[in-house]
């Protein structure tokens, strides 16, 4: 009854047995990372189906997430954002309302909620930004029809209240 008698002894039941619990941990972790691979795709297709653009940056500002969208109105490929600090790929915003609010929110652990012209982009953008344990996530659209639009109906409100009052003295 030794090694080489064709009988298991119980030594070689303990083994096998650690062995099994090896191999059951292992297929656990090879498991839980195909679906977290599965759960990231699909994360990344929602993401990139958004209108909004969306992009996250570490603690030291370095984009670790650019969705379609912000690579669109950022004019630069994802692989040229990733890893790049925002303040140097987008020189533009270096020291302005934008950096503030966002440095402010990582700082404070806060949301933000801003509206910021863009003279690189020509437009005005409504970002929202969202703090969390690994940096920040910023989403943000372009407003500037909107925002035409609102300046269209202030005028015409005044023009209103003008013929009113223009009205009420005759």
């Not at 958004?50 to 109105?73: E, G, I, P, R």
């Not at 003008?162 to 005759?170: D, E, Q």
């Amino acid at each position: 009854r030794g090694p080489l008698s064709g009988r298991f002894v119980v030594h070689d039941h303990a083994v096998l047995n650690e062995l099994a619990q090896v191999a059951s941990l292992v297929i656990q972790k090879i498991q839980a990372e195909v679906v977290s691979r599965e759960a990231g795709r699909e994360l990344e297709t929602v993401l990139n189906s958004m209108s909004d653009a969306v992009c996250h940056f570490d603690h030291d500002w370095k984009f670790t997430f650019a969705n379609a969208h912000a690579v669109k109105l950022l004019a630069k490929p994802a692989n040229a954002l990733l890893g790049q600090c925002v303040w140097d790929v987008v020189p533009s915003v270096r020291h302005s309302f934008m950096q503030a609010q966002c440095q402010w929110a990582a700082r404070n652990c806060k949301d933000v909620d801003f509206e910021f012209y863009s003279e690189r982009l020509q437009g005005w953008f409504h970002f929202r930004g969202f703090r969390d344990a690994h940096g920040l996530t910023l989403y943000f659209q372009g407003i500037t029809d909107h925002k035409a639009r609102d300046e269209q109906l202030r005028q015409a409100n005044r023009l209103e209240a003008t013929v009113r009052l223009a009205g009420s003295v005759s």
